[in-house]
């Protein structure tokens, strides 16, 4: 039920379109039987109702885009907005087509400001898609680069595991601390430095695990302290 639920509220544009369409048809086909005697003495109808059911379709089919990642879920409003946009200039401009249709406007007329509308939509669209697809691949990578350093300070908290040496204990908790205090924001530029601050990390747990003299321990997690002093000040000069 619950999954039901989410799938509705994710879907509540879609949704709505679905609902105007309906109305729109039940309202539509009962009034237009005359038409359909004789369709190709009101081609100029005919043509507009069809490419207002074109927008239709348009505005379906992108209800249905996914997000990669939630946290650019703004990447989508321009999309809906320009979608949405779309279908009301073609409900619009093809609903006064279709009611002046007995005055016999010229076919080509219909399809030239159709043609117009979709060219326009498809455009912006494709400008707005890729916008999308850029923000997308910043934000995952991102989150990607949070979750890593996220597993960097586990793997510093659970060296203590590995020693009964109070000295070394105590230097690798505040190792540790200083780790879980450090700003989780993760950029391209702090990459490297905390690849190495993470290879500095099996170093330690490599002396401790081969019950290495403490002098040596503690001057590896020196070692590792100054690359996270690093890579905290290259966050600071990124801001």
Same mark, same amino acid.
């Given at each position: ?20 369409? /309906? /109305? ?42 996914? &997000? ?7 990447? /989508? ?13 073609? &409900? ?34 494709? /400008? ?43 230097? &690798? ?61 290259? &966050?600071?000069?990124?801001?």
């Amino acid at each position: 039920m619950e999954k039901f639920r989410n799938w509705i509220f994710a879907h509540i544009p879609f949704l709505i379109v679905i609902g105007v369409f /309906i /109305i729109f048809n039940i309202a539509f086909w009962p009034s237009v039987s005359g038409y359909l005697k004789d369709p190709g003495a009101h081609a100029n109808f005919w043509a507009s109702f069809a490419f207002l059911m074109v927008a239709f379709c348009a505005v379906g089919a992108v209800s249905f885009t996914k &997000l990669r990642t939630k946290n650019a879920v703004v990447t /989508i409003v321009p999309i809906f907005a320009i979608t949405v946009g779309y279908l009301v200039l073609s &409900l619009i401009f093809n609903i006064i087509m279709m009611a002046v249709d007995k005055y016999d406007p010229h076919i080509v007329i219909t399809c030239l400001i159709n043609a117009i509308f979709m060219i326009g939509f498809i455009i912006l669209f494709l /400008i707005f898609a890729r916008s999308k697809h850029l923000v997308e691949e910043k934000t995952i990578a991102r989150e990607e680069r949070m979750d890593t350093w996220s597993g960097t300070f586990s793997d510093a908290y659970a060296l203590q595991n590995f020693t009964t040496n109070e000295t070394l204990k105590k230097a &690798l908790a505040k190792f540790a601390d200083n780790i879980k205090m450090s700003s989780s924001r993760s950029t391209e530029k702090t990459v490297q430095i905390e690849g190495e601050l993470n290879e500095q990390i099996v170093t330690i747990k490599s002396l401790l695990k081969n019950d290495a003299e403490e002098e040596q321990v503690l001057k590896a997690v020196q070692i590792g302290e100054a690359l996270l002093v690093q890579r905290n000040q290259i &966050l600071t000069r990124s801001k």
